[in-house]
């Protein structure tokens, strides 16, 4: 998986003092994906992760051997809150084997919350659907494939933990593949502030124009500058995801005649295909009918089916948007299309 370098060095200070509880069926688990999942485990202690990995198998041996082998500070634990908090304090890892443990029963799901868990990560013998990132109030209303786990999931999360992991143990890397990129390769149900839409702070700018600056390059959008920018900041919204800007949109409010323009539509290429783009949008109509703005606009060339068949925008001439931005847009030779929508409650 490729990842961005930012983003996976902003989880470090973000995953730091936080703990995870990892369940595992060790001995069903393939070899090389087990080995693998240990070794990452290293990495996150180094980084300053409270671990406490749970066998559920009867692969303990197996796991006890790897760990005597490699570099992981570790100890065996009782399923019990005091004596795991204690090895954590001492930057170990706990290892607690209790076969036939459910990985999402309410005895672990206690556990896990009375450590004041912020990831419960179980390791499953298939790929659950469901999507990237779900959160718990979407998980609960799953219907389909996967929907007893991810209700489950809900619950746990309802429960007091935060963030639920459901990962297949067949792909190999699949922890920090999942963990160190925003999007992930399993399944993560959240009940905190994973993914927001808010106003751009003046220290996001240079993020944004980093971020766009491909779709420029490509005359995808208008190119901008950092003092256009930070002069029309109550204008633009950016998407984060666990504190990584990945999108932006702008409203930009006229008076004559009394209407907005939804500009600056970016999603960054990693985060395609999830619906960010109608999340944002979305988000900027909602701060038009907020504004009491009547109707929207947006100029498109590549997006222009995004708009219309999504959207609900229609057609509409040139000449119905400000004069200005009539101007602009014929002194800049683009061959955009106008389309619009009414805004209504």
């Not at 570099?71 to 607690?96: M, N, P, T």
């Not at 600056?264 to 038009?288: D, F, M, N, P, R």
Request: with cysteine; aromatic share 6%; hydrophobic share 45%.
């Amino acid at each position: 998986m490729q990842s961005d370098l930012r983003a996976v060095l902003q989880y470090v200070p973000f995953f730091r003092g936080k703990t995870f509880v990892l369940v595992i069926d060790a001995a069903r688990m393939p070899e090389l994906a087990l080995a693998e999942s240990l070794l990452d485990l290293i990495a996150l202690q180094q980084i300053g992760v409270n671990l406490v990995l749970v066998s559920i198998g009867n692969g303990e041996g197996q796991i006890g051997h790897l760990l005597i082998d490699g570099e992981l500070k570790w100890q065996s634990a009782e399923f019990e809150r005091d004596h795991v908090k204690s090895i954590l304090d001492r930057g170990q890892l706990a290892l607690i084997e209790k076969p036939g443990l459910e990985s999402l029963g309410d005895e672990l799901v206690e556990f896990s919350s009375s450590l004041g868990a912020f990831k419960l990560i179980v390791f499953l013998s298939e790929q659950v659907s469901g999507g990237n990132a779900i959160s718990s109030e979407d998980a609960r209303k799953w219907k389909g494939e996967g929907q007893v786990l991810l209700h489950r999931a809900a619950e746990v999360c309802i429960l007091g933990v935060p963030r639920v992991h459901l990962l297949n143990e067949n792909h190999q890397g699949v922890l920090m593949d999942e963990l160190f990129s925003n999007e992930g390769v399993g399944v993560m149900v959240y009940a905190d502030d994973y993914l927001s839409i808010r106003a751009i702070a003046p220290e996001d700018i240079s993020e944004l124009l980093a971020m766009v600056g491909r779709s420029i390059r490509d005359a995808h959008l208008v190119p901008r500058s950092y003092e256009e920018i930070e002069n029309a900041l109550d204008d633009f919204l950016v998407m984060t995801i666990d504190g990584n800007v990945v999108g932006c949109v702008a409203l930009h409010c006229s008076e004559d005649p009394r209407c907005a323009e939804i500009a600056c539509l970016y999603v960054k290429q990693s985060h395609g295909g999830q619906g960010y783009g109608q999340l944002l949008v979305k988000a900027a109509e909602q701060q038009a009918l907020e504004l009491g703005i009547p109707w929207v606009f947006a100029l498109s060339t590549r997006a222009i089916d995004f708009f219309l068949e999504q959207l609900g925008y229609q057609p509409c001439p040139i000449e119905v948007i400000p004069v200005c931005r009539q101007e602009r847009l014929r002194s800049t030779g683009r061959e955009s299309l106008v389309v619009r929508k009414t805004i209504s409650s």
